[in-house]
């Protein structure tokens, strides 16, 4: 595993527990590893989250979240992974904005599951969750299982999730300006992570 924030981060990490004060930015790459990890916020903490997880990693997060914390979470994930997140919102005016992204080639699986919820107490508490996936050969198998619960009427809760194969016309395309099929198909995919690696690039100078 390696752990990068970013130098106003007001963070520390230790025996897989992340505490968090203040506006923050992390960097999680796991691969590898089975690990689970805490991450616990003050009231009021701003965190940023990025992870990127691979070859055979299996990680579950768990978090703490007080009253006004917002949470933003990227996780990009390849091949044989699987991933949990569990995100209670027990306390008012909380916020969630998550993003997965993920590819499985021929023959990996991945799994990628959410569970988050809104608990009597989370009032304007606000969720938002996007899941996307492109499988990528034969026997290739990516499942999402997104968990919401909510138990208050005074909130926001939105979720969408895509798993797809390639766009074959747009692969047409590209071969027809030159590109061999499997350039093509690269090139489709580093445009499906761009605008999540130029973040990570320009935040933590990490190159995907």
Known sequence: MQFLKTKESKVSFSN???RVRGNSAVLF????????????????????????????????????????????????????????????LENQGCSLNLIAKGVAKE?????????????KNGVNANIDIKEHAYILGKNACISFLPGLEIINNNVSAKH??????LD????????????????AKKELIFGFFARES???????????
């Open 107 to 119: 023959n990996e699986t991945a799994n990628y599951i959410v569970l988050a919820s809104i608990g």
């Open 29 to 88: 790459i796991h691969e590898n590893e089975k690990i689970e990890k805490k991450i616990v916020l003050d009231v009021e903490a701003v965190i940023q989250i990025f992870s990127i997880y691979s070859k055979n990693a299996e990680i579950k997060n768990s978090f703490v979240v007080p009253e006004n914390c917002k949470l933003n979470i990227v996780d990009i994930f390849y091949g044989n992974t699987n991933v949990e997140n569990i995100i209670p």
């Open 198 to 208: 130029e973040f990570i690039r320009n935040i933590f100078e990490y190159k995907i």
């Open 16 to 18: 897989n527990i992340l």
């Open 160 to 165: 969408a999730s895509t798993i797809s194969q």
């Open 168 to 183: 074959e016309e747009q692969i047409f395309y590209l071969m027809t300006r030159g590109f061999s099929e499997k350039q």
